[in-house]
């Protein structure tokens, strides 16, 4: 097993990188995060998302409808915007690939890669070049094997990844691709005798903009037990570049309510995407199997994060059984920080 840590890094104070974005002090910040004048607000029931998702659907005001094999999804008129702040280094393992971590591996062995996003706003894909590989679990839980040599892994996800190596002396490099952009870091799986070259910190080609290709093939070895769900919520996910000001159902954390939510239900959650950037979206204390993407059903992962790409809607589950009250948000934490949070209460 080897584990990779990502991590984007700046020598700039995080609650500066925030202010510049925003245009706020941090003593704003903390008095929005304490009630701001946005009104209050929680999660749309059942009729108000069908409502909504139908308007979001017909609208002609920039946004367009695609119809093909994976259903339904909205596409803006402009291309998502992939990225918040320019960091000083990607990081893997705390190194860049001026110094990368290398691991020693046996010529033919097999290799559970075991990655996790802790970075702040920065989505990679994950790239294995002369490697195939397949997903074997998501944010801890086990999957049924998907194949493939580029994975995207969004902010908060973790990603189970074996690989099977040649049977022959050599270096092979674990990537991670920063989305829409050339950086990258990553580890590199070197045999005792290989020879290691040098792999630059930028490509010579964009990653492109992380999708739910994959998401839409993962199946969970062990998903909620089929029964009816309780209560339907829409989420809302709105917000811009523009004024940096990030939000569910058109409210701030501290100005919005608990989601309505009680002990025992099967509740369904659906984010609809309304901004042009992507936001993975994290429940604390509660996993959620992946039901629908783009209004079409699926038996999909069971996470506790979720990628919900620009002008995209993804529907999850979950059973309410851990009371308490957990922290509902994007995993991106500048826009968690500039609003995009609420939380699910029950008892």
């Not at 002369?130 to 580029?150: E, H």
């Not at 009680?262 to 604390?284: I, K, W, Y």
Request: proline letters at 6%; one cysteine or more.
């Amino acid at each position: 097993e080897v584990v990779v840590l990502l991590h984007d890094f700046s020598f700039t104070d995080p609650s500066e990188l925030l202010s510049k974005l925003t245009g706020m002090t941090p003593m704003d910040h903390a008095t929005m995060h304490h009630g701001g004048q946005i009104p209050a607000t929680s999660g749309m029931d059942e009729t108000a998302m069908h409502q909504m998702h139908m308007q979001m659907m017909q609208s002609g005001d920039g946004m367009s409808m695609q119809h093909g094999a994976h259903g339904h999804e909205m596409t803006g008129m402009a291309m998502s915007h992939p990225n918040d702040v320019e960091y000083d280094a990607y990081l893997a393992n705390d190194r860049t690939l001026d110094d990368p971590e290398v691991t020693r591996v046996e010529p033919g062995g097999r290799v559970r890669l075991r990655i996790i996003n802790g970075a702040t706003t920065t989505a990679f894909f994950i790239e294995m070049p002369g490697l195939l590989g397949q997903i074997v679990a998501v944010d801890g839980n086990a999957v049924k094997p998907v194949p493939g040599s580029s994975f995207p892994i969004g902010m908060g996800q973790r990603l189970d990844i074996v690989v099977t190596l040649p049977r022959q002396e050599g270096a092979w490099p674990i990537l991670a691709r920063r989305e829409g952009d050339t950086n990258q870091t990553g580890i590199i799986l070197a045999t005792r005798k290989a020879t290691i070259g040098k792999i630059a910190s930028l490509a010579k080609t964009k990653a492109g903009i992380v999708s739910l290709d994959v998401e839409r093939k993962l199946s969970a070895q062990s998903p909620l037990t089929p029964r009816p769900a309780d209560r339907r919520l829409l989420l809302s996910l709105e917000g811009g570049m523009m004024g940096y000001k990030w939000t569910l159902n058109g409210a701030a954390y501290g100005a919005n309510t608990p989601l309505p939510v009680s002990l025992g239900q099967r509740v369904e959650l659906t984010f609809m995407n309304h901004s042009d950037m992507m936001h993975p979206m994290h429940l604390h204390g509660h996993h959620y199997h992946v039901i629908a993407i783009g209004g079409q059903s699926l038996a999909g992962a069971m996470r506790d994060t979720v990628m919900v790409p620009s002008m995209t809607s993804v529907t999850v589950a979950f059973d309410a059984d851990n009371p308490g009250e957990w922290v509902l948000h994007c995993h991106n934490l500048f826009h968690m920080a500039a609003g995009m949070m609420t939380t699910v209460k029950y008892v």
